[in-house]
């Protein structure tokens, strides 16, 4: 049972910076590796995922957030630039058992494992 546990949310002003951290209990190239968000009232969206050597983001974040990991020690990265009162919901890191390229964007189903959440508030 692969454990994915997120860290590094918290309160910042629109314009901020954060990233966030999730480390994953296994080899972390075995999986797809994603960032979904839920905000309040809303549905949970995909934000961004990462394979091997590419990587898809929301359109509502490409260009201000950067997904990465690092393989040796089975972490998980986003880093939050130019954030958003709109930004703001609990950020959850999750795992598929498949490459990216077989996990639709978006597809919570295709994600088996979890995290418990971490949350970024954004003031304006």
């Known amino acids: 049972q692969v454990q994915l546990a997120e860290s590094g949310g918290g309160s910042v002003q629109a314009g901020g910076s954060l990233r966030l951290s999730c480390a994953v209990s296994?080899?972390?190239?075995?999986?797809?590796l994603a960032w979904f968000r839920q905000g309040p009232g809303k549905e949970r969206e995909a934000i961004a995922n990462?394979?091997?050597?590419?990587?898809r983001y929301a359109d509502s974040v490409k260009g201000r957030f950067d997904i990465s990991k690092d393989d040796t020690t089975s972490t998980l990265y986003l880093k939050m630039n130019s954030l958003k009162p709109e930004d703001t919901a609990m950020y959850y890191c999750?795992?598929?058992?498949?490459?990216?390229?077989?996990?639709?964007?978006?597809?919570?189903?295709?994600?088996?494992?979890w995290g418990q959440g971490t949350q970024v508030t954004v003031s304006s």
């Open positions: 999750a795992a598929a058992d498949d490459l990216c390229s077989y996990v639709a964007f978006g597809d919570i189903g295709g994600f088996r494992y």
């Open positions: 296994d080899y972390i190239p075995a999986y797809c």
């Open positions: 990462i394979a091997t050597d590419t990587s």
